[in-house]
């Protein structure tokens, strides 16, 4: 359970309290008026009315000026929500009400669309810390690699910044989020610029060999590779609609931008096109990987705009993006076939 704070003009305090009884909260309570004729009202919302609850104080208020909705996390209400008697019911009453309790489930599993996307805006800022992260990992992943230490390769990986801006992106398409959009694109050739110009850096002044198995292992992509950043993907979304981030670092670990992006680098620095070649391709699949599955996860789990119209918008700016990734992700298939073939 979370708690709800609006404030708002004292006007719509009957408002406000029919919005409550309206999506049957567990409890609402009231302030006094403050000096500028405002009151605070909390709600306590369980998990699965609390999208409702939201869009439905955002429908009323936003015409209105100097209003906060707030959303305040809470470890333990007491006393605990008491669950109504069961009843007798037919079997089609049965089979309904199975249905809504499994709906119930799943919207108490959510998060809100509003604190999703709070989060992602976070990971898709474009700021000195970013490109900080961004320029560290690459030294530690270039020096991983080359010194063939998968311990330093996975730490690397676990800094690495760059699953949040295409996390956000898809987030952004799927909400119609244009400003989100732009600014996670800007984060992702950002980002991905600056790690390949540093291992260049690294690569020129480099002393040793080049022809470590970690090195090399990321100079090709194999079809198993799809398979393992697609779930990587759809982990990464379903981990944040669902509120446990601490599935976030191990999906870094799987996903695996860094390295290729280092490794273009590496290969770039002492003249090994082909090899330069194969890792753009191994980090292009990744990233339409986690693009396209992460897409698919927000359709399915309804994430969406509030307004019909907003939805409408960005359903079919939707459907043009997964079509779009999936015509690049078949596009890269095929050149990784005419790539391996022309290699045998």
Request: with cysteine.
């Amino acid at each position: 359970m979370k708690i709800i704070e609006v404030i708002a003009d004292a006007g719509h305090h009957d408002t406000i309290v029919g919005i409550a009884k309206q999506q049957q909260v567990e409890d609402i309570w009231f302030t006094q008026k403050n000096e500028d004729s405002r009151t605070v009202a909390r709600l306590l919302v369980s998990p699965e009315k609390r999208q409702k609850v939201l869009d439905a104080l955002q429908t009323v208020l936003q015409n209105t000026d100097n209003y906060r909705v707030l959303i305040i996390p809470l470890d333990t209400a007491l006393p605990k929500p008491v669950k109504p008697e069961a009843v007798a019911l037919s079997d089609k009453e049965q089979i309904a009400e199975n249905n809504k309790e499994k709906e119930r489930k799943n919207a108490a599993l959510m998060s809100t669309r509003e604190e999703i996307l709070s989060q992602v805006e976070k990971d898709a800022q474009l700021n000195n810390n970013f490109i900080l992260l961004v320029i560290l990992s690459s030294i530690v992943a270039a020096i991983g690699l080359l010194e063939n230490n998968l311990a330093v390769i996975v730490g690397a990986m676990v800094i690495a910044p760059l699953l949040g801006p295409n996390i956000a992106f898809s987030l952004g398409a799927s909400l119609g989020e244009t400003k989100l959009v732009i600014e996670s694109l800007k984060a992702i050739f950002v980002g991905i610029f600056v790690a390949i110009l540093f291992s260049i850096g690294i690569g020129l002044v480099w002393p040793g060999n080049f022809d470590s198995l970690e090195l090399m292992a990321r100079t090709d992509v194999a079809y198993s590779g799809t398979a393992i950043a697609l779930a990587s993907g759809a982990a990464a979304s379903l981990s944040l609609v669902s509120g446990t981030s601490s599935v976030l670092v191990g999906v870094m670990v799987a996903v695996a931008l860094m390295p290729p992006a280092v490794t273009i680098g590496l290969m770039l620095s002492i003249g090994e096109y082909n090899h330069a070649l194969g890792a753009a391709l191994l980090l292009a699949v990744n990233i339409v990987c986690i693009n396209l599955s992460s897409k698919l996860v927000f359709l399915f789990r309804g994430i969406k705009p509030r307004t019909w119209l907003e939805a409408h918008k960005a359903n079919q700016s939707r459907l043009l993006y997964i079509g779009a990734w999936v015509i690049m992700l078949v596009l890269l298939f095929v050149t990784i076939y005419f790539r391996h073939k022309t290699q045998s």
